[in-house]
């Protein structure tokens, strides 16, 4: 469940086999204070990108920038142009994206992308829940124009990489280049509880319900 498990396999394989990142790029992560985008932010930063992570709390925002060593952080939720806020951190534009949430925090990543981001698609948390498929901008001319990659991905895609990458993860814990946060509740009967909490980010890192 935890950093050298699925967790860190899917921000680890995501990122490296999709968004491909290269010394002096820029990489945004979407839901970046959860147990995947953190992990996301530190391995990028350890393949010399620079890291913004967007995320729903100003707590959270001090948390990516202190403990995960994110170069930039940007609270969604009271950014009034969140479009703005991603081209003003990120000025030479975005040449990766983790998106780990979809919906209109996405719209706003997309609209500055570079010729040839790539965009690993982790997950789509803003939209599970609605009971109308909202509309949003059409993704088809940004991928067109920019020549742009866009992968949805599950971590089972790479099951054959998954020893060399726990490999690396290993090394980099080891040597103290990685960390992680979990919020653990306690109790059988407080798994709705933890569900809801979930979907509302009140966790920080992996959400885990000790029984």
């Known amino acids: 469940m935890g950093i050298l498990g699925m967790t860190g396999?899917?921000?680890y394989l995501g990122l490296t086999e999709i968004g491909l990142p290269k010394k002096g790029e820029t990489l945004v992560v979407s839901g970046a204070a959860g147990a995947v985008g953190s992990v996301v932010g530190q391995v990028g930063k350890l393949l010399g990108c620079k890291v913004v992570g967007i995320t729903g709390s100003d707590e959270k925002v001090?948390?990516?920038k202190s403990k995960f060593k994110f170069d930039e952080a940007i609270n969604y939720k009271t950014t009034p142009n969140l479009r703005d806020a991603v081209k003003s951190t990120c000025p030479k534009g975005v040449d990766i994206y983790f998106d780990n949430v979809g919906g209109e925090i996405s719209d706003a990543v997309l609209a500055n992308i570079n010729q040839y981001a790539r965009l690993p698609v982790c997950g789509a948390i803003s939209l599970y829940n609605k009971t109308e498929v909202p509309v949003g901008p059409r993704l088809q001319p940004i991928i067109l124009t920019k020549s742009a990659t866009m992968r949805g991905f599950i971590?089972?895609?790479?099951?054959?990489?998954?020893l060399t990458a726990i490999k690396q993860l290993?090394?980099?814990?080891?040597?103290?280049?990685?960390?992680?946060?979990?919020?653990?509740v306690e109790g059988?009967?407080?798994?709705?509880?933890?569900?809801?909490?979930l979907f509302d980010g009140k966790?920080?890192?992996?959400?885990?319900?000790c029984i």
């Open 170 to 184: 290993s090394t980099w814990l080891n040597e103290d280049k990685l960390t992680f946060s979990e919020t653990i």
């Open 155 to 162: 971590v089972s895609d790479f099951s054959e990489k998954f």
């Open 188 to 197: 059988f009967d407080n798994i709705p509880q933890a569900f809801i909490d």
């Open 9 to 11: 396999l899917t921000a």
């Open 203 to 209: 966790n920080e890192g992996k959400m885990i319900v």
């Open 62 to 64: 001090t948390l990516l």
